[in-house]
């Protein structure tokens, strides 16, 4: 029984890892001082969250070469390691049974987002610097034309190093 006076005390927060994606947040990509909530699961079965902040909601993949695709990471981590076995486009395609056209689209996204990914490799999948350079060397070489934003993304990266 409580009595007046008495407070009840909240369940703290778990700790949550993801950062607002809002440009127009004044904690976008900030960590510290940041205040974001899970709320719920999108209709394609995302976590979605929410940032109290600018009040808007937002899945934990956006902005990065992993948003609205349909192939699950799990794939997505398949065909990049299918990457760094030096395959081509085509051996992929048959190996993992994914369109060529899909996979060089997803070339094309990484490459857009090739900083931030090379990141993403070392420490979430924990490749080595030699594995990351081997994949962003095959994809330079890639016969097929990148596109402008992808050459932007390509040109912040410089072979032979990775952010720790």
């Known amino acids: 029984m409580i009595h007046r006076g008495d407070s ?13 994606q809002n440009t127009e947040c004044s904690f976008f990509r900030k960590e510290k001082g940041k205040n974001i909530i899970k ?26 070469p992993l948003y609205n695709k349909k192939l699950s990471e799990r794939e997505i981590k398949k065909i990049c390691a299918e990457l760094v076995e030096k395959k081509g486009v085509r051996a992929i395609e048959r190996t993992t049974r994914h369109h060529r056209d899909t996979i060089c689209k997803l070339l094309d996204d990484l490459a857009a987002h090739a900083k931030e990914f090379s990141e993403y490799l070392t420490h979430n999948l924990e490749l080595s610097a030699y594995e990351v350079d081997e994949f962003w060397t095959f994809i330079k070489k890639t016969k097929r034309k990148p596109s402008i934003q992808a050459k932007n993304g390509l040109s912040k990266v410089n072979s032979g190093v990775t952010p720790a």
């Open 8 to 20: 009840i005390m909240a369940r703290p927060r778990s700790n949550i890892k993801v950062i607002c």
């Open 39 to 64: 709320r719920g699961i999108n209709r394609s079965g995302h976590r979605q969250y929410y940032c109290l902040h600018c009040n808007r909601y937002f899945v934990e993949t956006k902005g990065t």
